[in-house]
């Protein structure tokens, strides 16, 4: 069965500029999703958005400081978390919603998914969740190919991983032995449904890689240090050529599946709490100041350029032109 | 007579049919308490229970399957879900082989009365994996029969037969549509499948259009009626069975036709239309047979250009317009 993942995290094992990149990051993520979710009440961007706020410690501690460009991610369809950790710039992900020239498409639009930055190893993601779990295996098995140590690091919901291609990917993964890190983010719903009215599981999703043979384990989601730690030990595994990981990565949504939700299958009670205690920016903040690594104002400091990095970009994605029509009979072949 | 929605007609059709005949058994993703992602099975959960009426998990292959599974037996009569059309793609070789074939390949000794709903059309900037019309890709599909209907009326009514027949069917519904009102007699009804309906007579043209594409046509066919010019506007309501009769007695009075759909024009239901058209009624024809559909390339995200891929009014008369130089 999976164990859950733990271990005894120092921050004087970090520098100063490691920890304020994690915090920093977090913070990029959430201002982005609320300046999203502004943009979309104002009528300016349209269609489903998935807010990601809750679970950028997931995304910022298992991407910054573990992977370089060239390695590979498949992010999945909640928030912008994992793109942005990935360094694609906000200006192009924000042309994507807006539909500018200025998105990685060139003005077709995406939402959260279909954004691309093959140059920093962001392949794309499919509308259909858990599409990227086979897609993966591919990138993977192309490393081992060309031998390089590029991994791919493949993000999902608990309810993607009940797709039939989560087995066909670890099957793969497992008897290649390719370079593949899952990270299962349970949020513990799939729209309404609560994980445990649909997975049959031992306890954890994770235990489902065992019978693969897969290194598992599962992990808070939210605490950015633990998993940075248990991601870095994946990419190492993965680099030695000693095959996959698969990491189930505990975290909650604080908004709706999609903005317009009523979100009333949740009880308050427990959504109210991982606001209020498990909050990863708030977390890490708190601990960040009570061993005085940054005071109130760095942070603040931080948090306002930010807010100006955030404006800049919205004002790049809207000033930039919307395509012409014809765009859309542009690039169908190579 | 009452106007209801898309939705509630086929709320009053599911709930209907699950009242009269007990092996139904309706299930997908967040079809139970959710009441589903269009909200087209609200309280169906709570009349009909848990065993009934169930949540899946997303996996769409297994969904479909199972209700292969279920049908063959003969003790069950399913009624599952995809939350989008699109998604048939993944479940292609159990709709394609499975629930199209079985029964013609074990010799005819089984059934298959499943009836598979799928929401499908462009609807605001939702891509191009949740915005398809797949339709005409089951049309040589065999042992597949496909309902698309446009009004709330239709809905209901082949929706009941939909359930009731005990060959498979894949029924599309136009997310655009789910919100329309129409009237819809309180009595019951069912509406036989291979019966095209004429939604408005002319002699000088005939439009055949299938779901939002109907009522484009509607439109289209008032701005015309003003300049004097009479078109028909038919709706197959099924691509297979396809009721050729009907098509044809209008092409042999107006000897025009305008074909409307919101698939890809290229291989879509219209291309196999105008083929049966030409086949059967070449010298009733006085001018070409004219198609308007979405381009051949994928659905963009953008809502700027989402409007380039619907047919709309304009390039209806347009197309009407041309047809009447002949
Ligand atoms: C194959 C497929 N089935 C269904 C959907 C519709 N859908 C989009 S998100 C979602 C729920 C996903 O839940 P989970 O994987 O847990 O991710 P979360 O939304 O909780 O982050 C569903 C059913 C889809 N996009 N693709
Ligand atoms: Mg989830």
Known sequence: MAKTYEKDIKLNDYSKEVLTDFYKTMAKIRKFDENLIRLMQEGKVSGFYHSGIGSEGLSAGSIRQNLRDEDYIFYNHRGCNQKIAKGVPLSKIYGDFLGTIEGTTRGLGAGIVHSADPARGVLGQAGTIGSQLGISVGTAYTSKLTGTDQVTVVYFGDGAASREMLHGSLNWAGLYKLPVIYICENNEYAISCHVSETHAVKENIADWAEGYGIPNCVVDGNDVLLMHEVVKEAVERAKRGEGPTFIEAQTFRHRGHFEGDPYDYVDVEVLQGWKDKKDPIKNFAAKLMLEKIVSEEDLESINAEIDSEIAEAIEKAESAPLPDPKRIYEGLFA | MRKI???TALMEALNE???????????????????????????????FGGTRVFDTPIAEPTIVAAAVGMAITGNARPIPELQFGDFVGIAFDEVFNKMGKWRFMHGGQMEMPVTLRLPIGIAGGAGPEHSQSPQ????????????????????????????????????FEHKVLYDMKGEVPEDEYL??????????????????ATALQVHTALDAAEELSAKGVEVEVIDPRTLA???????????KKTGRVLIVHEEPKTGGSGAEIAAQIQEQALFDLSAPIKRLGSPDVPIAQSIYLEPFYTPSKEQIVQAVDELMEY
Request: proline share 5%; glycine share 10%; no cysteine.
């Open chain 2, 5 to 7: 929605t898309m939705r």
């Open chain 2, 191 to 208: 509406i036989p499948f291979g019966k095209a309906d004429i939604k408005k007579e002319g002699d000088d043209v005939t439009i055949i």
């Open chain 2, 241 to 251: 069975p396809l009721d050729m009769e009907t098509i044809l007695q209008s092409v």
């Open chain 2, 17 to 47: 049919e699950m009242e009269r005949d007990e092996t139904t058994v309706l299930f997908g993703e967040d079809v139970g308490k959710f009441g589903g992602i269009n909200a087209v099975t609200k309280g169906l959960y709570e009349k």
């Open chain 2, 136 to 171: 005409a890709l089951f049309m040589h599909g065999p042992g597949l029969q496909i309902v698309i209907p446009s009004t709330p009326y239709d809905a209901k009514g082949l929706l009941k037969t939909a359930i009731r027949d005990n060959n498979a069917v894949l029924f």
